[in-house]
Nanobody
Framework: QVHPVESGGGLVQAGGSLRLSCVAS????????MDWYRQAPGKERDLVAS???????SYAGSAKGRFTISRDNAENTVYLQMNSLKPEDTAVYYC??????????????WGKGTLVTVSS
């Protein structure tokens, strides 16, 4: 199994920045890509950004131009640099590992989340 652990959330004013980190432990050799999701109160969990083992990023529309996802494979760590934060970015941010080994097909590995609050 894989155990992602997020950190870096907190309270920030609109226009500010935060950097989230996610460290994965366990069977990390089976991780193919890692994602950041977020869930605002009363809303569904939505994909924010993804990054492959090779470092290719992709972003949801809300994150484009403001957020940057990066990865340190040696440290099994994924980062989400968030700039120009808006109150609507307030949410719990979750790290998710996509698995590439048959033994893990159909399984999801999530962190417990880190809360980001953006004040206006």
């Amino acid at each position: 199994q894989v155990h992602p652990v997020e950190s870096g959330g907190g309270l920030v004013q609109a226009g500010g920045s935060l950097r989230l980190s996610c460290v994965a432990s366990g069977d990390t050799v089976c991780i193919s890509a890692m994602d950041w999701y977020r869930q605002a109160p009363g809303k569904e969990r939505d994909l924010v950004a993804s990054i492959t083992t090779g470092g290719s990023p992709s972003y949801a529309g809300s994150a484009k131009g403001r957020f940057t996802i990066s990865r340190d494979n040696a440290e099994n760590t994924v980062y989400l640099q968030m700039n120009s934060l808006k109150p609507e970015d307030t949410a719990v941010y979750y790290c998710h590992a996509q698995m590439d080994c048959p033994i893990y097909y159909g399984m999801d590995f999530w962190g417990k989340g880190t809360l980001v609050t953006v004040s206006s």
